[in-house]
């Protein structure tokens, strides 16, 4: 049954309010790792997890010691706003050049039920084969999600539900060799604003 105009348009509009809500509740969460850095001595973003890399085995955080990690969460069904910025991350490392080599990008999903070690093999390569693709149970998935302090939530399609969206939180973060955070960037960042902010904070 197709949906009339109106219909639509409410749906979207819903949506849309949904991302400004995940916009404001990750901003919220981020802005208050100072006051807990004080207390604490270090930020409250990250720590240990178990996934699925996209070749199949299984991955922790141990499995990417020594290399400074640069996360993005989202999914490869995302219309925009991912592959976006996974295309942000990509030009960045390739701004700079060898200084970048061993810094790993990582895209990990907030959809396991689509998104399949498969079908994230597929997308992550259309960015580079520096790229990791990380999915997992649902468990998984929320108990990551958790650490990195990131906002999803579906958005039933009644129409098609198999085509369903996912609002979340678009924060790319960077963690250091030893899994500790360092920085964020929001999603307005450059590729050359990027590339500047990773070679400061990493010293390069």
Do not use: W
């Not at 849309?16 to 404001?24: F, I, Y």
């Not at 069904?77 to 990582?106: N, S, Y």
């Not at 468990?139 to 990551?144: F, L, M, P």
Request: glycine letters at 8%.
């Amino acid at each position: 049954m197709t949906s009339s105009p109106h219909a639509l348009t409410r749906r979207i509009a819903i949506a849309g309010l949904c991302l400004v809500a995940a916009a404001g509740i990750a901003a919220y969460a981020l802005m208050s790792t100072p006051q807990r850095q004080r207390a604490t001595g270090e930020a409250l973003v990250g720590g240990p997890f178990t996934m699925v890399k996209h070749s199949g085995e299984a991955v922790t955080e141990k499995t990417f010691a020594g290399k400074p990690m640069l996360l993005f969460f989202g999914y490869t069904f995302c219309p925009d706003v991912c592959p976006t910025e996974l295309q942000v991350m990509a030009e960045a490392l390739r701004q700079l050049g060898d200084k970048g080599k061993d810094i790993q990008p990582i895209f990990v999903t907030i959809d396991p039920a689509r998104d399949t070690p498969t079908v994230m093999a597929a997308y992550v390569a259309a960015f580079g084969e520096q790229f990791v693709g990380l999915t997992g149970t649902p468990e998984q998935v929320k108990q990551i999600a958790s650490a990195y302090r990131v906002f999803f939530q579906k958005v039933d399609n009644k129409d098609a539900p198999d085509a369903y969206l996912m609002d979340h939180s678009s924060i790319i973060y960077l963690m250091d060799g030893e899994g500790r955070f360092l920085k964020h960037f929001t999603y307005s960042t450059d590729p050359k604003a990027l590339a500047e902010g990773l070679a400061a904070a990493l010293g390069r």
